[in-house]
């Protein structure tokens, strides 16, 4: 097997956080599609190094502390590549076309409207995704989640899991409809409990268990795309399974010890770096972390981290409050 070819993509957000994209010119493989601007690496060149140059070659822009947003493996039929993504938030300059190309800034919700090539559809994930993700405690009241979500999105909160496994199925649903409506626009609901309910919640997302993952081996993505779908994993073999049903990301944990899985063995830092070498997925990292750990996360491949205690943003007992959206 040849080596792949290593490639570099920058997601590039200018003051009012828009998405620089590029027009691939029509003479070039995958012509008329659009990419994130970047392009290969040259032999010994450090990534970032790559970064730096092709951005002020294409664009005409000096970057400053471009940061890990994912990488990815894809096969074409004509070549392997292995793609470093970086994101850009910081440049000096005005990006143009200096190649002639046609360039454009979009807004992130705006990315699904573009047609890109195969690599760049799980990049267009994560530039979607926000680097948080929050998980509603167990044994509260309806009340007490209902509000506490409120009180997370006046915080900036823009992911939000419904966990609630101790609410009757018609309480859940009940606050489940609540919750769609107060996130409406604000932030993307993923709810989490049995499939068949999905037709009563058309506009939410949906986060399976790993028990669930492995029931539908084999099958069919149960969500269209379009519709978040995301997966609870624990291993590499549930991480496959994930990517086999095109899950849009998953979480991973735990990876430090938890106060509600205080017996299961925390996978720890190297392993879970391990795991995310092999995975073409967003991953946030879960169990044990809070927003002190966000930049250990992003700098082995996270997407972010995804916590439960650490960021419910009212006072829980035994748990420290961090308001971090």
Not at 53 to 63: A, M
Not at 74 to 102: C, K, M, N, W
Not at 130 to 159: D, F
Not at 218 to 245: D, F
Request: aromatic share 8%; net charge negative.
């Amino acid at each position: 097997m040849s080596k792949p070819v290593h490639v570099v993509a920058a997601v590039i957000r200018n003051a009012e956080q828009e998405i620089l994209l590029a027009l691939r010119p029509s003479n070039k493989h995958m012509g008329g599609l659009w990419e994130f601007p970047g392009g290969k690496c040259e032999f010994g060149e450090h990534p970032v190094q790559a970064l730096a140059r092709e951005l002020y070659e294409e664009l005409g822009i000096i970057i400053d502390e471009p940061q890990p947003l994912i990488q990815v493996r894809h096969s074409y039929p004509d070549l392997d590549i292995l793609l470093d993504v970086y994101e850009v938030q910081r440049f000096t300059g005005q990006a143009y076309g200096a190649e002639g190309q046609t360039v454009r800034w979009v807004a992130a919700q705006d990315l699904t409207h573009y047609q890109f090539p195969a690599a760049n559809r799980t990049i267009v994930t994560a530039a979607q995704l926000p680097k948080c993700y929050l998980i509603t405690p167990e044994q509260l009241s309806i009340e007490e989640l209902y509000e506490g979500v409120e009180q997370a999105l006046v915080e900036g909160c823009e992911l939000v899991q419904l966990r609630a496994e101790h609410l009757s199925e018609r309480e859940y649903k009940a606050l489940a409809a609540r919750l769609q409506r107060l996130c409406a626009g604000r932030a993307q609901l993923l709810l989490k409990g049995d499939l068949a309910w999905q037709d009563a919640f058309s506009d939410v997302g949906w986060h399976l268990t790993a028990q669930q993952l492995q029931a539908l081996q084999g099958q069919q993505r149960p969500l269209a795309h379009g519709r978040m779908l995301a997966a609870s994993c624990h291993n590499a073999e549930e991480l496959q399974w994930a990517a086999e049903l095109e899950v849009d990301f998953v979480t991973l944990s735990p990876v430090l010890p938890t106060q509600t899985h205080p017996n299961t063995v925390a996978l720890g830092w190297d392993a879970a770096q391990q795991l995310l070498l092999e995975c073409n997925m967003p991953v946030f990292l879960l169990g044990g972390l809070h927003i002190d750990h966000l930049h250990q996360a992003r700098s082995i491949g996270g997407q972010g981290v995804a916590g439960i205690r650490a960021f419910w943003p009212q006072p829980l007992s035994k748990s420290r409050k961090t308001s971090y959206f």
